[in-house]
Structures are given as structure tokens and as C-alpha cells.
């Protein structure tokens, strides 16, 4: 019933922006943190960033710390987020997720979407 879906991955070139939405039904998305997560091939999953269900706080790993932005629209379901002057070492499956807080464990996964940064 939970249903996270993204879309807005491709192929860019290094310097490149891609914006991801992430579409959610089934449950009060204004009251859950939402979260993207990214895995390159044979690599873990890793926390790309988190944003708490009022947008007050927002915290990003620190390898995309100043290029990425997590933003929200409560009234439309929608997490974004905004990714500029990307890199090869961006590309991987992106996922939206969800959880209780910005520190609770992920409920739930998105389908993700690919995000590949090739010249």
C-alpha cells in the first residue's frame, strides 16, 4: 500500500545537473522523514542525504555536501532532489525511502532510478 516512485535519473555529463523526484501514496507523508539513498555497482547503499517531514532539518553525506539539495512539497507528496556539477562517482541506483524520523530505521523503498555521469 506504501508506494515510493522515483523518476528523473539519465545520463548526464560531468558538470551536469539532474533534479529526482520521488512521488509518495499510502500513508501522511507530512508527517515522515524522507531520505535518498544511492548504490554504485559493488558498493553498499550509502545515506546521500535526509530531510525531516517540515523541511527544519536536512543533513547530506559529505561527499555531496554543497552540490546536492533534498527538498519537499508536502502538498504535492513530493521529495526531491537536486543534483549539480555531478560526477562520475555519482553514478549509481538512486532510492527514495522513508522513515519515522531522520534518525529511525527506513520503512520502506522506492523502485530507485539510474543516475549515470559519463562523458
Known amino acids: 500500500q506504501v508506494q515510493l516512485v522515483e523518476s528523473g535519473g539519465g545520463l548526464v555529463q560531468p558538470g551536469g545537473s539532474l533534479r529526482l523526484s520521488c512521488v509518495a501514496s499510502?500513508?501522511?507523508?507530512?508527517?515522515?522523514?524522507m531520505s535518498w539513498y544511492r548504490q554504485a555497482p559493488g558498493k553498499e547503499r550509502e545515506l546521500v542525504g535526509v530531510?525531516?517531514?517540515?523541511?527544519?532539518?536536512?543533513n547530506y553525506a559529505d561527499s555531496v555536501k554543497g552540490r546536492f539539495t533534498i527538498s519537499r512539497d508536502n502538498a504535492k507528496n513530493t521529495v526531491y532532489l537536486q543534483m549539480n556539477s555531478l560526477k562520475p562517482e555519482d553514478t549509481a541506483v538512486y532510492y527514495c525511502?522513508?522513515?519515522?524520523?531522520?534518525?529511525?530505521?527506513?520503512?520502506?523503498w522506492g523502485q530507485g532510478t539510474q543516475v549515470t555521469v559519463s562523458s
Open positions: 530531510i525531516s517531514n517540515g523541511s527544519y532539518q536536512r
Open positions: 525511502a522513508r522513515s519515522r524520523t531522520i534518525i529511525s530505521r527506513i520503512e520502506s
Open positions: 499510502g500513508f501522511t507523508f507530512s508527517t515522515y522523514a
